[in-house]
T-cell receptor, first 109, second 115 residues
Framework: KNEVEQSPQNLTAQEGEFITINCSYSVGISALHWLQQHPGGGIVSLFMLSSGKKKHGRLIATINIQEKHSSLHITASHPRDSAVYICAVSQTSGSRLTFGEGTQLTVNP | DTGVSQDPRHKITKRGQNVTFRCDPISEHNRLYWYRQTLGQGPEFLTYFQNEAQLEKSRLLSDRFSAERPKGSFSTLEIQRTEQGDSAMYLC?????????????FGAGSRLTVL
């Protein structure tokens, strides 16, 4: 079993829909990261969080430390949101990240 | 500063050849990480540096892989006697690490194809 599990693996939505991607982890962490990867490889860091909730534009990330679970929400989805969304955790501050396998999101117009 | 730069972006080589990738991090960043990603998978940790010191190396790395960051700035990742299983995207990331904060900036990656 992977230390970081994401669901779903693939997600197709219509423009405007509310989207949720889930991440569960099995180890103690110092921080959880959400990242976005577009075709061609470029990875962009969206959020780093260790508790509670963060919001940036239409993106919201939440984490429940007790349940070892995090969610990434996208409100009013748009085709340009189509990408792979990856959850990753670091067990100690500044150490290596352990990545989930990613969720491929496709938003259709 | 234009972010994290990786070179070359694409490398095609024959099995048994040596290859070297270079990563230029954001100049003030003290930590530099190497990851490897195969199609459909999340990135996999290889090694990371704080300044010039290599702090951790994955047990997945064979002794054919070596990484350096000699002056605490750019880093190189060398793969000796390449095998077809080494074909992957090699990602570099850097961060300004201080207690409680470590947001990574990734390069665009170097794609290796071993024939």
């Amino acid at each position: 079993k992977n230390e970081v599990e994401q669901s779903p693996q693939n997600l197709t939505a219509q423009e405007g829909e509310f989207i949720t991607i889930n991440c569960s982890y099995s180890v103690g962490i110092s921080a959880l990261h959400w990242l976005q990867q577009h075709p061609g490889g470029g990875i962009v860091s969206l959020f780093m969080l260790s508790s509670g909730k963060k919001k940036h534009g239409r993106l919201i990330a939440t984490i429940n430390i007790q349940e070892k679970h995090s969610s990434l929400h996208i409100t009013a989805s748009h085709p340009r949101d189509s990408a792979v969304y990856i959850c990753a955790v670091s067990q100690t501050s500044g150490s290596r990240l352990t990545f989930g396998e990613g969720t491929q999101l496709t938003v259709n117009p | 500063d234009t972010g994290v730069s990786q070179d070359p972006r694409h490398k095609i080589t024959k099995r048994g050849q040596n290859v070297t990738f270079r990563c230029d991090p954001i100049s003030e960043h003290n930590r530099l990480y190497w990851y490897r990603q195969t199609l459909g998978q999340g990135p996999e940790f290889l090694t990371y540096f704080q300044n010039e010191a290599q702090l951790e190396k994955s047990r997945l790395l064979s002794d054919r892989f070596s990484a350096e960051r000699p002056k605490g700035s750019f880093s190189t990742l060398e793969i000796q006697r390449t095998e077809q299983g080494d074909s992957a995207m090699y990602l570099c990331a850097s961060s300004l690490w201080f207690s409680g904060a470590n947001v990574l900036t990734f390069g665009a990656g170097s794609r290796l194809t071993v024939l």
